[in-house]
């Protein structure tokens, strides 16, 4: 009798080990991280997120630089424009002219500068590597552009623009500008000061 109940314990174990490891296999199965989305690598950043401050309106062109800050954009001869510091192209009889612009938010940003019975309009350029945090009056905007890096022009020259944008209590927007430039080859790497510039636009609308 004894040996006969000894078997079966014997027998009985395997079946047991069995179930705990496919019920151990379950719960991990049902454990697993749920996939989670993510973006096509060529979609780009939006500025129309709720998360993002609306500050589309009519601004004056030329800002007011903050105390300590540079009153030009880059070299004496470029005024601190809101088309500079937002870095969209102007026409510069527009740009040394006029004296307001609109700013129309959307995707992205859009200045119309208007002069003369003259209308222009040029779009923030965004693209899919470039990065963009909004917070509940603010928007944060970097950017990293490259020029050359070919055979042809092994030296390869790499800006990064950080620009931050700030509704203050009156309307006015704060706009702060970072630039880094440095350049690069198979060889060496020759970083440049940094740029920095901030001004406030007042709001005329």
């Given amino acids: 009798m004894l040996s006969r109940l000894s078997i ?3 027998e009985v174990k395997p079946v047991q080990l069995w179930s705990v490891a496919l019920l151990a296999l379950l719960t991990l199965h049902g454990c697993r991280p749920t996939p989670v989305a993510t973006l096509p690598p060529t979609l780009k950043p939006s500025l129309a997120w709720p998360e993002c401050p609306k500050i589309g309106g009519m601004y004056e ?3 007011e630089a903050l105390p300590g800050s540079m009153n030009f954009y880059r070299n004496r001869d470029n005024k601190l424009t809101l088309n500079a510091m937002l ?3 102007a026409p510069a009889d527009l ?3 006029s004296v307001r612009v609109e700013l129309v938010h959307d995707d992205t940003l859009e200045l119309v500068n208007r002069y003369d019975g003259a209308i222009t309009a040029h779009q923030l350029d965004l693209q899919p ?5 909004c917070e509940h009056n603010r928007i944060r905007i970097h950017r990293t552009r490259a020029e050359g890096g070919v055979a042809e022009e092994p030296l ?8 931050e944008l700030t509704v203050e209590g009156d309307g006015s927007l704060l706009v702060k500008t970072r630039i880094l430039n440095q350049s690069k080859s198979a060889f060496w790497s ?3 000061p940094p740029e920095e510039y901030a001004a406030r636009f007042r709001r005329l609308d």
Avoid: C, K, W
């Avoid at 590597?129 to 945090?133: A, F, I, K, Q």
């Avoid at 390869?156 to 620009?163: D, F, H, L």
């Fill in 129 to 133: 590597e470039d990065r963009v945090v």
């Fill in 156 to 163: 390869r020259n790499i800006s990064e623009y950080a620009q």
């Fill in 61 to 63: 062109l030329q800002g």
């Fill in 95 to 97: 740009a040394q002219e």
């Fill in 190 to 192: 020759t970083p440049v």
């Fill in 8 to 10: 079966n314990s014997l």
């Fill in 87 to 89: 870095g969209v192209a």
